[in-house]
């Protein structure tokens, strides 16, 4: 069974920086589509961005496109999120979450979450 462990949320200022990890266990990731979502208070979750599996390549959604990155070791087992340029609209929960798929770009579409790591981004 697959598990996925984020890490690297925290307080940042706006214009900063910070990177998640998503480490997972189990099955090796090289298979798995990851994605990663955010979730702020009062509102619905919403998709990031996504990494396939054969190309490595990635679709961001509008809010954060030129500003997060989506990369993935797979010697490590860990895909990262680096976030770069941050705003006070970007603080939410974020997830990681994967798929035994080329690429999904749908967050209802994953099988298997991680359990959140927390972002906030305030002077």
């Known amino acids: 069974q697959l598990q996925l462990v984020e890490s690297g949320g925290g307080l940042v200022q706006p214009g900063g920086s910070l990177r998640l990890s998503c480490a997972g266990s189990?099955?090796?990731?090289?298979?798995?589509?990851i994605g990663w979502s955010r979730q702020a208070p009062g509102k619905e979750r919403e998709g990031v961005g996504c990494?396939?599996?054969?190309?490595?390549?990635?679709y961001y959604a509008d809010s954060v496109k030129g500003r997060f990155t989506i990369s993935r070791d797979n010697a490590k087992n860990t895909v990262y999120l680096q976030m770069n340029s941050l705003k006070p609209e970007d603080t939410a929960i974020y997830y990681c979450a994967a798929k035994y798929a080329i690429m999904v770009v749908t967050p209802s579409n994953y099988d298997y979450w991680g359990q959140g790591t927390q972002v906030t981004v305030s002077s």
């Open positions: 990494i396939s599996t054969n190309d490595g390549g990635t």
């Open positions: 189990g099955p090796t990731l090289d298979y798995y589509a």
